[in-house]
């Protein structure tokens, strides 16, 4: 990457960040003001929006481990392909929606079906870190195919079996900036969506 679009880049990264952590802000401080009849305190809203920006900051820049080991599933949970090496289908700009089954099942639904539309098929890894093939006997998830990490992990640093979705934007195995999906940060996560799909030459 030449030193302009490297440059570009940062400030598009910077910028997502920057809208990541008004929005946060916003909600945390709805969510003060409606429990304390006083009003809020600007010491609790300082401290959870800076818990929040680092905890976005923390995944930007992390490599992922190209030894993880996954097996391929189609949408109905039938198996694909099995021992399949990160490592070989990272290559490139991917975007990686981390799942487990700790999320709530209803939310990670809507995400892949939001990330289906984006028109980024060939540059879309749908990633269980935990095995859910054995959910889906009845259920058809809406994408094509999805993944389950069966040996080591993605990357070190990442949360194992978090409760939300976790989006990371990479250029080969490196974590170019990340956003957790949460229902208090959905304009941001559209935002985010859209920036991934311009990335990744998808729909926007």
Do not use: W
């Not at 905890?55 to 992390?62: A, I, M, V």
């Not at 490592?87 to 490139?92: A, E, T």
């Not at 079906?113 to 540059?123: A, C, M, S, V, Y």
């Not at 990357?155 to 990479?170: D, F």
Request: hydrophobic letters at 40%.
């Amino acid at each position: 990457m030449d030193k302009k679009n490297n440059t570009a880049f940062m400030m598009s990264v910077s910028a997502v960040t920057a809208i990541a952590v008004a929005v946060a802000s916003y909600f945390i401080f709805l969510s003060i003001s409606q429990k304390d009849s006083k009003g809020p305190d600007v010491g609790q809203i300082q401290e959870e929006l800076a818990e929040f920006a680092m905890l976005h900051l923390y995944y930007d820049g992390l490599s992922l481990n190209t030894e993880a080991v996954l097996d391929k599933y189609d949408n109905k949970g039938n198996i694909i392909q099995q021992n399949i090496r990160l490592g070989d289908i990272i290559g490139g700009k991917k975007l990686v929606a981390v799942l487990s089954t700790n999320n709530c099942s209803s939310c990670a639904r809507l995400e892949m079906t939001l990330l289906n539309k984006l028109g980024i098929d060939d540059n879309l890894l749908v990633i269980y870190d935990t095995p859910v093939h054995d959910y889906l006997s009845t259920s058809r998830l809406p994408v094509d195919h999805y993944y389950e990490l069966t040996q080591g992990n993605l990357a070190e640093g990442l949360e194992p079996k978090a409760e939300l979705p976790l989006l990371l934007l990479t250029d080969g195995n490196r974590v170019q900036t990340s956003c957790m999906v949460n229902t208090s940060t959905s304009t941001f996560t559209r935002k985010f969506h859209e920036f991934a799909a311009s990335e990744l030459g998808g729909e926007q």
